[in-house]
């Protein structure tokens, strides 16, 4: 295996039934890299992203995580992976300091690192004042942030974020990306689906999704150039109507 | 371990910070014992009485009293004529009528027989039927007391005695009924809504991404529900043996393991429910519906069993709750073993391992 590459897909396609949702894709993942994995709703992004975390099996296709193989060896890759989705974020009856706890702990986490990490974490993000409040009764942007934290909090090698700023004001979201920057240069690999294409920009390489196939794969500049477009929104309008 | 016992214990933080839920955990099954223990009760007291008496001699003054001090009924009052009969009835004021025949004690002495009249209201049938049974009853203890002296006649005197709950109280019939039905909610119903929640709020999905195992993920979950209904059957036995005096003959032991056999049942059937939907609405309607109304009808908890139809009695075969039911009755009140109860007790085992299998296989299928 090479030790360069964090993901390795080739080939991978899911069916249910009669509709196939990822039909035959390959893409790899440098390790370290943001790598941004765009598309439509529908497009096969969530499907994919499931079984790289092991919660689906592929229908066929070779796909390695870690080195590790995602048919037979799922629950070692769970240990290493972090996972963030937009549709949940901790618990909202827990406060944020019990939060940290139960991941910590769901992660295998000591009691001594759990502590530790906890007040790295709340100073880091400046919730010393809330620490012991509800998370209901913060903002959604602060959830995404800490929910991000607590994602990445057992250090895993990659960290899958499913559209991690969904409903997220711009300045929130701005912050959430610099956190972002912070981890992949701490050497964790992030892999992001999103829909904002300005948010494409940030991510080192892009692949698009369309209709269950990857359309288009690189740097987010050297595909503008090879579009002839000024940014990717008008990139991604370009190659939607090629089709 | 470690990771387990992080996930229990955010799992009692839910529940104590949830008010609903602790509600349904204590408050339900304390409102239902005093509800059922002091309230609803289907013994008869002071039932209220009227007597035509076109006799009045000395032996319907006799019987008159023998009913009056049975403390069943209270007097409304003498009526004077038939017609009188219709009208207190129809103003409820009565729930009884007893009418003397014209010269009940000449009657009696001369040709050995007499007749009183007994009439119901039975609009509602039980009360009706019990009351007539009371008054039967007494008439027949009068009868036989007069016989006694009277050796000239040959008769038959049946005896008769109430096993197991000698005084028929109602208290012996609810106590085991609602650890039946308080089980079956706090196990089957908040296990089933507990997960449908995580999964509808997404969380299912980041657990099953962790490294937590989901038969892990699962038995967490259920751990609080079981300690807590635990709780609550040994609760409801305490406040019956101490406050409503509900024997238990058997062996605590051998009831105790068959409770913590029931909640097995019911969690597994919670689990059940949980693989086959994804929403609290729908867990819940299954519940209520599918679970709570059955059993608390068809369980042979309110309505005897062997007098439904057929048809119904099939259902109430299926119902975990009929079995349990049997068993915790003939521990409690009969003082049975095991080797009385087998039966019942392969069958909840049968129930249990059929439902987790089930979940298991509604699992995998969702998995792949």
């Known amino acids: ?243 | 371990m470690e990771r387990f016992l992080a996930f229990v214990k955010k799992e009692f933080i839910h529940i104590m910070r949830d008010k609903r839920s602790l509600i349904i955990l204590f408050g339900i099954p304390i409102a239902q014992i005093l509800i059922f223990g002091f309230a609803i009760t289907n013994e008869i007291k002071d039932a209220k009485i009227g007597i035509l008496d076109f006799s009045k001699d000395a032996t319907t003054e006799k019987i008159v009293n023998k009913l009056l001090s049975s403390g069943y009924y209270q007097l409304y009052s003498y009526l004077k004529d038939d017609g009188q009969i219709e009208q207190v009835f129809r103003e409820g004021k009565v729930k009884q009528v007893v009418v003397f025949q014209e010269k009940f004690e000449i009657n009696l002495k001369q040709t050995g027989k007499a007749s009183i009249q007994i009439i119901s209201d039975a609009s509602d049938p039980n009360t009706g039927n019990t009351l007539i049974n009371y008054t039967s009853a007494i008439i027949n203890d009068y009868n036989s007391e007069i016989n006694r002296n009277n050796l000239s006649g040959l008769r038959i005197i049946p005896e008769l005695r109430m096993r197991y709950n000698p005084e028929l109280k109602g208290v012996y019939l609810f106590i085991p009924g609602l650890i039946v039905i308080i089980l079956m909610l706090v196990s089957a119903m908040m296990t089933s809504i507990s997960i449908t929640k995580e999964k509808e709020l997404g969380s299912m999905e980041i657990l099953l991404v962790s490294p937590l195992k989901p038969i892990i993920v699962i038995i967490a979950k259920v751990i609080p529900y079981s300690l807590l209904s635990f709780v609550n059957a040994v609760s409801i036995l305490l406040l019956g043996k101490f406050v409503f005096e509900v024997p238990v003959h058997g062996s605590y032991f051998l009831l105790l393991g068959e409770v913590i056999l029931f909640i097995t049942t019911a969690l597994s059937f919670g689990i059940f429910i949980s693989t086959k939907t994804s929403s609290q609405q729908v867990a819940l309607m299954i519940s209520l519906v599918g679970l709570m109304l059955p059993t608390i009808l068809l369980s042979g908890f309110i309505f005897p069993v062997e007098n439904m139809p057929i048809p119904l009695q099939v259902i109430a075969n299926i119902m975990p709750a009929r079995w349990f039911l049997i068993i915790i009755r003939d521990i409690m009140l009969k003082g049975s073993d095991i080797t009385f109860i087998w039966k019942e007790t392969l069958v909840l085992f049968g129930f249990t391992a059929l439902f987790i299998g089930l979940s298991i296989k509604n699992f995998k299928v969702r998995l792949t």
């Open chain 1, 1 to 243: 295996m090479d030790e360069k590459w964090i993901v390795e897909v080739e080939g991978m396609t899911k069916k249910f039934g009669d509709f196939t949702a990822v039909d035959s894709i390959s893409f790899r993942v440098k390790k370290g890299e943001i790598f941004g994995f765009l598309g439509a709703n529908g497009a096969g992004k969530t499907t994919a992203i499931k079984i790289l975390c092991g919660l689906s099996r592929p229908t066929s296709g070779k796909v390695t995580v870690d080195g590790l193989n995602v048919y037979t060896q799922a629950e070692k890759i769970k240990e290493k992976i972090g996972y963030m989705s937009q549709k949940f974020s901790l618990y909202d009856d827990l406060n944020i300091e019990e939060n940290i706890r139960l991941f910590g702990g769901i992660y295998g986490l000591s009691n001594k690192e759990i502590k530790e990490k906890s007040e790295i974490l709340i100073n880091k993000l400046g919730l010393q004042d809330v620490r012991k409040e509800l998370l209901k009764s913060l903002p959604l942007g602060w959830k995404q942030k800490l929910a991000f934290s607590v994602a990445i909090i057992h250090d895993p090698s990659i960290v899958f974020l499913d559209e991690p700023t969904g409903g997220v004001d711009p300045i929130t979201r701005r912050q959430f990306w610099e956190m972002i920057y912070e981890a992949s240069s701490k050497g964790v690999t992030i892999f992001v689906t999103t829909h904002y294409m300005d948010e494409a920009e940030y991510c080192s390489r892009i692949s698009m999704m369309v209709d269950g196939r990857i359309a288009a794969m690189g740097k987010p500049s050297e595909l503008k150039k090879e579009l002839g477009v000024r940014n990717m929104d008008e990139f991604f309008v370009k190659l939607a109507r090629s089709k």
